[in-house]
């Protein structure tokens, strides 16, 4: 079976990688923009964009995916307000234009990277898959519009699509020789990181006059290796049941930005930290209601422990920089 991943040069890609090798041939297509060739290993790497069909044509002609996951996309909230351009047109239409090049020669299975993004600021939580959609920034909105493609385009093309909107990805692996590298990270535990091993001063908190429990925001936080498994559970699924479907990635657990950031000082090192304005879109609460991928997908977490995300990213920035990865 023929798996081709897009943006597999990126953090969850290349996590994803390397939980399928041992049973799927892959093919990874990334323009490199964004990932890393280290985080390919030795897996096949075709550089390029998503969009470029002279590359599609060879990928289809030299592999004949019988699978693509799509996590090819670019991921900053705040940016996506300011350049709203450059979300809509890379997570929406050169998406789209890549799924109809492949689906136009009779790709039957489709696996799309989304993110909780797409729910905004939650009515009820934890937020379920029938939550209403309404993002807050253009990430959401442009990750959405492709998930709405997707579902029409099943009404025209005989394939079947699974969706999975992630919540936070964060960790690395544990033997710290892999995990998510950014010239400018934006994330929260990354950035601690960072500020740990001094890259900055002090750590920026985005907001403390939210209406939960310390007035910081809450996420749900979902270890690396767990997120990469669900796409294996995913993937099994779609094979099996030739069934369409959208599922939440995400433990069910939520903690403030202030109660990861004291857990953090505690464990790893002392680093200062200070509060600051919100951040444009930034929804409030973002807490996975995971009952679906429990019942459906046979889901048990592996790694639902907050102090082994922060200590993998950590001893992995820690081996990044001794080895001179970047
Ligand atoms: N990291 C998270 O917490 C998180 C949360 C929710 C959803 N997601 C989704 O997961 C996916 C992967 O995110 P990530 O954290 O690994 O991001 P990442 O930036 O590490 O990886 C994205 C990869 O896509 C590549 N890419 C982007 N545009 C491309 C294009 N036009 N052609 C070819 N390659 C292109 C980049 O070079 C990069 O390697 C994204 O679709 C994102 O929306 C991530």
Redesign the pocket.
């Known amino acids: 079976m023929k798996v081709l991943i897009?943006?597999?040069?990126?953090?969850?890609?290349?996590f994803i990688l390397n939980e399928l090798s041992k049973d799927y041939e892959l093919l990874v297509?990334?323009?490199?923009?964004?990932?890393?060739k280290w985080?390919v290993g030795n897996h096949k790497l075709v550089v390029?964009?998503?969009?470029n069909e002279k590359i599609l044509y060879d990928i289809y002609e030299n592999f004949k995916p019988d699978i693509i996951i799509?996590?090819?996309?670019?991921?900053v909230a705040p940016e996506s307000v300011e350049n709203p351009f450059k979300y809509y047109e890379?997570?929406f239409y050169?998406a789209l234009k890549m799924l109809k090049f492949f689906l136009d020669r009779n790709l039957k299975f489709f696996i799309f990277?989304?993110?909780?993004?797409v729910y905004g600021n939650p009515k009820i939580i934890p937020v379920d898959e029938n939550h209403p959609i309404e993002p807050l920034n253009p990430?959401g909105w442009s990750?959405f519009f492709f998930e709405r493609a997707i579902m029409d385009l099943k009404n025209k093309y005989n394939f079947e699509y699974v969706i999975l909107?992630?919540?936070?990805?964060?960790g690395a692996s544990l033997d710290s020789k892999l995990g998510?590298y950014?010239k400018q990270p934006t994330?929260l535990i990354s950035r601690i990181v960072r500020t740990i091993l001094g890259f900055y001063e002090k750590l920026y908190i985005y907001g403390k006059d939210y209406s939960t429990k310390d007035g910081t925001a809450i996420r749900d936080y979902i270890h690396i290796l767990d997120l990469a498994r669900l796409h294996r559970l995913a993937l099994e699924y779609l094979l099996e049941t030739k069934q369409s479907n959208i599922f939440n990635l995400g433990y069910g657990k939520g903690y403030s930005v202030l109660e990861v950031v004291e857990l953090a000082n505690k464990i790893l090192k002392p680093f200062k930290y200070e509060f600051t304005e919100r951040r444009l879109g930034d929804p409030e609460v973002l807490i996975c209601d995971n009952r679906k991928i429990k019942s459906i997908l046979k889901f048990e977490p592996k790694y639902d422990d907050l102090e082994l995300i922060l200590k993998t990213a950590y001893n992995w920035e820690v081996y990044r920089i001794n080895s001179g990865i970047q």
């Open positions: 897009t943006g597999g040069a990126g953090y969850v890609g290349s297509l990334d323009s490199l923009e964004e990932g890393h985080a390029g964009d998503i969009a799509h996590c090819a996309a670019y991921i890379n997570n050169k990277s989304s993110t909780a993004a990430y990750k909107r992630y919540f936070n990805a964060a998510q950014k994330h």
